[in-house]
């Protein structure tokens, strides 16, 4: 049965690419979505690049264009967030009181930054980074560079925030939990590319340490002191220690909540006609049968539009395999696959890290579960993407030697392998 009408928890690029994907799929219903930033739906993954150098302008980061929600008969609620769900009576309440009933309701809310809770936190200078605000005040204050930064985490949000902050010429410090840099996303090895490139481009990292403390004077902050007792000067900090998944509204109306909001592969939540997706789902993936929460585009994208065509009642399942990209200096990287599969095992290299231009290849029992692109030719047909999706889905054993000899070209491991 087609709802009569659906409400969206969360204006960001879930809960955008739902709306966009039931009008086109023909759903003539009536459409809300609740937001609590002010802001039409927008990207987040260029505020930490191209959008944060500058390189980009407000149109890169928009998921549809002002135009389209009014356009297409899709209420916005800037501002308004949903603060609570009844599924029992199928309706929520937003943040100003008004409540509304709902046929479907999609609970897209996204993630928010962990805190650390250190002395000094709170001070000028100090600050997290998720929205187009943060992106836009540390643009201010990166941008004529010359200024002692901070970033206390190692992750891909650190590693970025590090390569602009250091490309607008700022003094670059960063510093983490881990011995080497991304390396329980991505292993020791192609972590230690990352922390090479970027050390050769004036960033200086401490690993491992932990931030015990920031200093200040007059309300601003000056320092951080590391767990050794080190005193890094700092005019501007940002922690970037990894985010939490949004579940307080599931958790309050009695859904089902584990890393996440707990999801079938069609998205439905534990409450009938309830469904999530995005940074708060944690989906059940069809190709491992265990769930998985990720915090990456693709899967903010593709959640989106499995969300709508399962609220439509169609035969929809999120069973994409993960991808997602980053940019640091003059790398382009895109991995795709399963990190939790390929956590074990060391990769096979096609290409050389040195020359910056490899394919990594993760394997399990002979197949392939993930793989990793560096700067590998756009040009290059079939694509490495493309090549380390197919292989993934195919689970075939492919032999480590034809992954890592460049001269057996990528349409031939997909003819054999595939
Ligand atoms: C700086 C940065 C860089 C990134 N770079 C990359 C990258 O290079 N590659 C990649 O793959 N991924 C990247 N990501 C991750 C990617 O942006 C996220 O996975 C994606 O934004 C998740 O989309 P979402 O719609 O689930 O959540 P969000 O984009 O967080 O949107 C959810 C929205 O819902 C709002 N909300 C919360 N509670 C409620 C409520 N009760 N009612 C209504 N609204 C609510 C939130 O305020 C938010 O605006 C990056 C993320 C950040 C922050």
Redesign the pocket.
Known sequence: MTPESIVI?????????AARTLRAEGYAGKITI????Q?H?????????EYLLGKAGEDAVEVAPEGWYADNNVGLLLGN???SVDPAAHSVRF?DGAVQSYGALL???????RRLPVPGAELDGVST???IE??RRLREQLASGGRNVVLIGSG??GM??AAAASTYGNRVTLLGLEDIPLATAIGPDLGSFFRTLHEDNGVRFRLPAAAREITGESGKATAVVTDTGEHLPADIVVIAVG?VP?T??AAAAGLEVSNGILTDASLRTSAPDVFA?????NALHPFTGEHHR???????LN??KVAAKAMLGQDAVLDVVP?????QFDVSMEYSGFPSLAAKSAPVIRGSLESKEFVAFWQQEGRVVAGMNVNWPRSAKPGAQKTIKALVSARTAVPAEQLADESVPFDRLLSEFS
Do not use: C, M
């Not at 928890?9 to 690419?17: D, E, F, S, V």
């Not at 739906?41 to 690049?49: A, V």
């Open positions: 928890a969360g204006a960001g690029l879930a809960g955008a690419t609740a937001g609590t930033e802001h739906p927008y990207l987040r993954p260029p505020l930490s690049k967030p949903v603060a943040a609970l897209a809310p996204g993630a928010s930054p980074f998720r929205t943060d992106s891909w949000i970025e925030l985010v949004e307080s509204l997706a995005g940074d708060a789902a990720s915090e990456h585009w693709s899967n903010a959640g989106g991808y997602f990209y980053t940019d």
